[in-house]
């Protein structure tokens, strides 16, 4: 009997724990001074790496998102300043201008990067 009450408690803090790590969702924080701001999209990217996905937006802009550890996976992989990492999304107008930048994934490399 102990081991089937052991079990059940085992499962059910299992449950919990997925359930809680599965709803975690943050809301993105609009950045609202930073260097890159009315900047091109390509000084971000000479500074920082490239960007890895881009989507194109109704008014003939892009959002593009942009992570710190995309730039040397294999350096990145081997230490363990790659995680947390600092996730952004990039928001720029038809001429490749940045209009609005918010942080997806937060890390105190966020605060370096966005400057």
Request: charged share 30%; aromatic share 14%.
């Amino acid at each position: 009997m102990k081991v089937k009450i052991k079990t059940l408690l085992i499962f059910i803090f299992i449950t919990l724990t997925l359930n809680g790590c599965l709803q975690y969702n943050p809301k993105p924080k609009e950045v609202t001074k930073s260097f890159y701001l009315n900047k091109s999209l390509t000084r971000f990217e000479i500074d920082n790496g490239y960007c890895y996905a881009r989507e194109k937006s109704s008014d003939g802009g892009y959002i593009n998102y942009w992570r710190s550890d995309r730039g040397a996976p294999l350096i990145d992989a081997l230490t363990w300043d790659s995680f947390p990492y600092c996730e952004l999304r990039i928001k720029t107008n038809k001429d490749s201008i940045i209009t609005k930048i918010e942080v997806l994934e937060d890390d105190i490399k966020c605060a370096w990067v966005l400057k």
